[in-house]
């Protein structure tokens, strides 16, 4: 299973401090789970941020934009990090019917979750640990299903213990951000279709080079490049969900100009051709 790159099953880490690289505003198809433990920080979620607190639980469709804001040394700066496909686990989650603990990730979007019991926290960080474990171990193919069934009972213990705060948004980023979220917006409302950076300037009344910048020095990517992480996204979904299209309906849905550039670009980022999905999701 490949733990790297865009197409990584799971991936999770138990109280890791401090950061080692400047984090920007970034995105993945991977949904997360983020618990906080200590510093001050606030979470940036699209154009607006929230004042979180220790033991605080943020978990969000990675396709939105977001990232931390640490305000104290960061070496202070305590969180337990779990990101997973759905793709992945949908079918563990389909044969035990339980397929609503994926709600809040696939309708909502993003939630904050708070618990008034510190066991809690300590019992959620016990499969995180088990979770980087398994990653750890170099027989990981061996270990999928164990691996599988403690995501499982993470999102299980999630939806049982943890209610939703009401969310506490601090303030707005400001206009530079709220035209990174207008392009990100853009791109989600349009990604059927076929667009330039033109049309998303105009559509944001700035200048294309102004956009161009503005996106790369607060996301690290540029526009393009986000819409075509976007995309495949997209036709995971659609693929799992109707089997019945052809590939190349999907394709051309999914704003790709021809079947093997769909075909070509869908591997790189998933590591399956759309045929092998369709038949993994079945």
Same mark, same amino acid.
């Given at each position: 299973m490949n733990q790297g790159g865009a197409n990584y099953n799971v991936f999770g880490i138990s109280h890791q401090k401090g950061i080692q690289n400047e984090v920007k505003f970034h995105t993945h198809f991977q949904y997360e789970i983020f618990i906080f433990y200590k510093g001050d920080v606030k979470y940036a979620i699209g154009n607006n941020m929230y004042e979180l607190h220790p033991g605080d639980i943020v978990v969000l469709d990675g396709s939105l934009m977001h990232r931390p804001f640490i305000f104290s040394d960061d070496r202070f700066y305590e969180r337990s990090i779990v990101q997973f496909s759905s793709e992945w686990v949908y079918p563990v989650l389909k044969s035990l019917k339980m397929i609503n603990v994926l709600k809040v990730f696939e309708t909502d979007h993003f939630a904050i979750l708070r618990s008034e019991n510190a066991g809690e926290i300590s019992d959620l960080e016990v499969h995180i640990q088990a979770i980087e474990a398994y990653i750890r171990d170099e027989k990981l193919s061996e270990t999928e299903a164990e691996l599988q069934i403690e995501l499982v009972y993470l999102? /299980?213990? &999630?939806?049982?213990?943890?209610?939703?705060?009401? +969310?506490?948004?601090?303030?707005? &980023?400001?206009?530079?951000?709220?035209?990174?979220?207008?392009?990100?917006?853009?791109?989600?409302?349009?990604?059927?279709?076929?667009? +330039? &950076? $033109?049309?998303?300037?105009?559509? /944001?009344?700035?200048?294309?080079?102004?956009?161009?910048?503005?996106?790369?020095? /607060? +996301?690290?990517?540029?526009?393009? $490049?986000?819409?075509?992480?976007?995309?495949?996204?997209?036709?995971?979904?659609?693929?799992?969900?109707?089997?019945? &299209?052809?590939?190349?309906?999907?394709?051309?849905?999914?704003?790709?100009?021809n079947e093997s550039h769909f075909s070509r670009y869908f591997k790189k980022n998933t590591g399956y051709t759309p045929s092998e999905f369709k038949k993994k999701s079945l």
């Amino acid at each position: 299973m490949n733990q790297g790159g865009a197409n990584y099953n799971v991936f999770g880490i138990s109280h890791q401090k401090g950061i080692q690289n400047e984090v920007k505003f970034h995105t993945h198809f991977q949904y997360e789970i983020f618990i906080f433990y200590k510093g001050d920080v606030k979470y940036a979620i699209g154009n607006n941020m929230y004042e979180l607190h220790p033991g605080d639980i943020v978990v969000l469709d990675g396709s939105l934009m977001h990232r931390p804001f640490i305000f104290s040394d960061d070496r202070f700066y305590e969180r337990s990090i779990v990101q997973f496909s759905s793709e992945w686990v949908y079918p563990v989650l389909k044969s035990l019917k339980m397929i609503n603990v994926l709600k809040v990730f696939e309708t909502d979007h993003f939630a904050i979750l708070r618990s008034e019991n510190a066991g809690e926290i300590s019992d959620l960080e016990v499969h995180i640990q088990a979770i980087e474990a398994y990653i750890r171990d170099e027989k990981l193919s061996e270990t999928e299903a164990e691996l599988q069934i403690e995501l499982v009972y993470l999102l /299980l213990k &999630l939806n049982k213990q943890f209610r939703a705060v009401e +969310t506490r948004r601090s303030d707005q &980023l400001g206009e530079k951000y709220d035209y990174i979220q207008g392009a990100v917006q853009y791109v989600q409302n349009n990604f059927q279709e076929s667009f +330039t &950076l $033109d049309e998303i300037a105009e559509y /944001l009344s700035i200048s294309k080079s102004y956009l161009v910048h503005l996106f790369k020095e /607060l +996301t690290g990517n540029s526009v393009m $490049d986000y819409a075509m992480q976007y995309r495949p996204k997209q036709a995971m979904h659609m693929l799992a969900a109707y089997p019945n &299209l052809k590939n190349k309906e999907i394709c051309y849905q999914c704003g790709f100009q021809n079947e093997s550039h769909f075909s070509r670009y869908f591997k790189k980022n998933t590591g399956y051709t759309p045929s092998e999905f369709k038949k993994k999701s079945l």
